[in-house]
């Protein structure tokens, strides 16, 4: 079958229907479609936008025209703002700051019995893409040592994996003990397993609003996250949440966390407090309603 570009795929996914206005996750993506969107857009920045595709020319020039043209930014964070008003000040009048909203649904799924593991396993899970922006075997060695001294302790990656990184993956967990990949879970049974766990992790290099955090905290499951921007504006370290920069310190982090189990319990509540105020779907429903009602008002007048 021969490839489509994205403006094709566009073309073909709208089947002849008319739309109002558009909103595109991913200003690259704007970028690539917004001569045959002819219509309104949002731009809904990604992580990969700010973070990675910014610092390469041609990707930043692809998403100068896609802000250009937009009707209307949409940042999840107080940092994406910032970092977006950095790049392009003239934004604005036309960005605004939506938190990601976060619901969660989990099934009868356990990972302990998927994977074999005994019931008082202490499960550090790690879903994520498998790339290396996600840097997924941060910590492998760590467990492996931790695992040595207390068989209880292992870490176990779920996620999608891109470019064959899973192969590696694969390596890497049977070259250390305790270390277990599980495949990619459906949502529902990632959720479960979010649940099940001691602790969900982050590892990533860069992030913006990291979604398996936000579930982890709306599940009541304790968040041991590297310490980076995109996971300090989710995580307040010793109150939503535990943060490390080094594998020693998550080490540190997650012993804590294990000998403590009021602080476990602190963690959770104080977690889904702030998801619950900050991160609800009404309120992202209600942002978005209003944001696409003005854009639809400023095009009736322009």
Not at 86 to 96: E, G
Not at 104 to 111: A, I, K, N, V
Not at 154 to 166: E, T
Not at 208 to 220: D, I, Q, R, T, W
Request: hydrophobic content about 45%; charged content about 25%; aromatic content about 6%.
């Amino acid at each position: 079958m021969e490839a489509r570009t994205l403006p094709e795929a566009l073309a073909e996914g709208a089947g002849g229907r008319r739309f109002d206005a558009a909103i595109v996750t991913h200003a690259v993506a704007a970028g690539e479609i917004r001569c045959s969107l002819n219509l309104p857009y949002v731009v809904v920045f990604g992580g990969t936008d700010l973070n990675e595709f910014s610092l390469d020319p041609a990707h930043l020039a692809v998403m100068a025209e896609a802000v250009a043209g937009a009707d209307a930014l949409v940042a999840f964070n107080d940092d994406f703002v910032l970092r977006c008003l950095a790049l392009w000040p003239d934004t604005i009048r036309k960005l605004y700051a939506i938190p990601q909203a976060v619901d969660t649904d989990p099934s009868d799924f356990s990972l302990k019995d998927r994977l074999g593991l005994p019931d008082d396993a202490k499960v550090f899970l790690l879903p994520a893409g498998l790339r290396p922006v996600k840097d997924p075997l941060f910590l492998t060695r760590c467990v492996d040592e931790w695992h040595r001294e207390d068989p209880r302790v292992c870490l176990v990656m779920a996620g999608v994996s891109y470019d064959g990184f899973d192969e590696i993956v694969r390596r890497r967990c049977l070259r250390h003990s305790g270390v277990h990949y599980a495949g990619v879970l459906n949502r529902r049974d990632l959720h479960a397993a979010m649940r099940e766990a001691t602790a969900v992790l982050n590892t990533s290099i860069s992030e913006c609003s990291p979604n398996a955090v936000l579930e982890a905290m709306h599940l009541g499951t304790p968040v041991i996250a590297r310490d980076i921007p995109g996971n300090t504006c989710l995580v307040a370290d010793g109150i939503t949440g535990l943060l490390f920069h080094s594998p020693d310190e998550f080490r540190k982090q997650a012993q804590r966390l294990l000998e403590d189990r009021s602080l476990a319990a602190a963690l959770a509540t104080n977690a889904r407090r702030m998801i619950d105020s900050r991160h609800g779907l009404p309120d992202e429903a209600a942002a978005y309603t209003r944001l696409l009602q003005h854009v639809a008002r400023s095009c009736v007048h322009a």
